[in-house]
């Protein structure tokens, strides 16, 4: 099967399923707008398929409402690309890559799907947009059973909706292998973008009640530029009013090859957001065997199996999370149960091939594989 991928902004998640695709046989085209002026306008990525960097706008990064004023351009350049070499299949990642695609796939008769990956982080203003973007989409890819809730809620059948789930390297992350040190005898860790809405202030609160331990947050700018930053200057303020500045750590960014040592090191891995599309903090635990804290929201309803692989908590909840972690950590064996029955889960469920193989029967709906060696298993 030819797939066209279609995603603004090039991302960890569309790159790991446009390889897994390419794993399974299938001839992937990734679209991307151009971030730099040297780069090729193709390139083969070593993991099978072809990035197409797209000219549309400067060639460097720029915000979602930039990236808006030239979306006619990408549209334009994906209508001229597929006139002449059409795609079966047009998968779009993002409300804005929905409408380019849109436009490019309905001029030509080419079916289209569409993943938000985050429904509900639309903006405010282009609301009414990413209904329209929804409703118009051949199908729709939820990453989770409460935006399929939300879609329906804005007009979308739920007939037209599947859940197929944002997966995870499994063989990067796994229990075995290097650890990072700790500085206390245990480590809660949190991973996410340094915003608001992930909910860190609730487990520098949840600190406060859990006896020698440190916590770990992971995200945001570099360490060097953390000063700067206006949400790790609020949590760092909080811990000092809360007293355990010496207990709270915000490291920043860390480089890929770095993030999996520091998960194996966590005794506990606590996700506290608001709302969360994707969840991926919470597999890359599971993955590596460390039990799951996590906010009752999103897909973390949907990863984590409470009092199998993890524990939920209500949101906005620090005594809540407090409990949770510290029963954890005076049980070694819940531990270690709970970690293996989240490897487990993460390996056989979210594997980025399990969700290549999800995905697939999406696209089959539309547009039957080419050579009948290549459909997937029942």
């Not at 303020?237 to 207990?247: F, K, P, S, Y």
């Not at 970690?339 to 089959?364: I, K, P, T």
């Not at 039957?368 to 290549?374: E, G, W």
């Amino acid at each position: 099967m030819k797939i066209a991928m279609v995603s603004t902004r090039a991302t960890v998640r569309v790159a790991a399923l446009s390889a897994a695709l390419s794993r399974l046989g299938h001839e992937v085209s990734l679209y991307t707008r151009w971030t730099t002026p040297d780069v090729a306008e193709e390139v083969e990525a070593p993991e099978g398929y072809t990035q197409v960097n797209v000219p549309a706008g400067p060639p460097e990064p720029v915000s979602e409402q930039a990236a808006q004023t030239v979306m006619g351009a990408f549209a334009q350049y994906l209508d001229r690309a597929w006139s002449s070499e059409p795609p079966d299949v047009t998968h779009a990642h993002g409300w804005l890559s929905g409408v380019a695609s849109q436009l490019a796939a309905r001029h030509i008769g080419l079916p289209s799907v569409l993943t938000f990956h985050g429904l509900r982080l639309v903006p405010e203003e282009r609301v009414q947009l990413g209904a329209m973007v929804a409703k118009a989409a051949d199908w729709v890819a939820a990453t989770c059973t409460d935006e399929v809730v939300e879609l329906t809620r804005r007009g979308r059948p739920r007939n037209g909706i599947s859940v197929v789930p944002v997966g995870i390297d499994a063989k990067t992350f796994t229990p075995d292998g290097v650890r990072a040190a700790k500085g206390a005898d245990n480590r809660i860790l949190s991973i996410g973008r340094l915003v608001p809405d992930k909910g860190f202030d609730t487990l520098v609160r949840a600190i406060t009640m859990i006896p020698e331990a440190e916590l770990v947050v992971i995200g945001g700018p570099e360490t060097h530029d953390l000063d700067a930053d206006q949400e790790a200057g609020r949590l760092r303020h909080l811990a000092e009013e809360l007293g355990v500045t010496r207990r709270v750590h915000l490291i920043g960014s860390v480089a890929a090859e770095e993030l999996p040592p520091l998960v194996r090191s966590a005794d506990v891995v606590a996700c506290s957001p608001v709302q969360e599309p994707s969840g991926t903090a919470a597999l890359a635990a599971m993955a590596c065997g460390v039990p799951v804290v996590a906010s009752a929201v999103g897909a973390l309803n949907d990863i984590v199996v409470d009092d199998v692989t993890g524990r939920l908590v209500a949101q906005i909840n620090p005594a809540g999370f407090a409990e949770a972690i510290n029963m954890l950590l005076r049980d070694s064996f819940l531990r270690r149960s709970f970690g293996a029955a989240g490897r487990d889960r993460a390996s056989a469920r979210y594997s980025w091939d399990r969700v290549a193989e999800d995905m697939l029967r999406v696209y089959e709906r539309f547009a039957p594989p080419r050579d009948p060696r290549l459909t997937t298993s029942a």
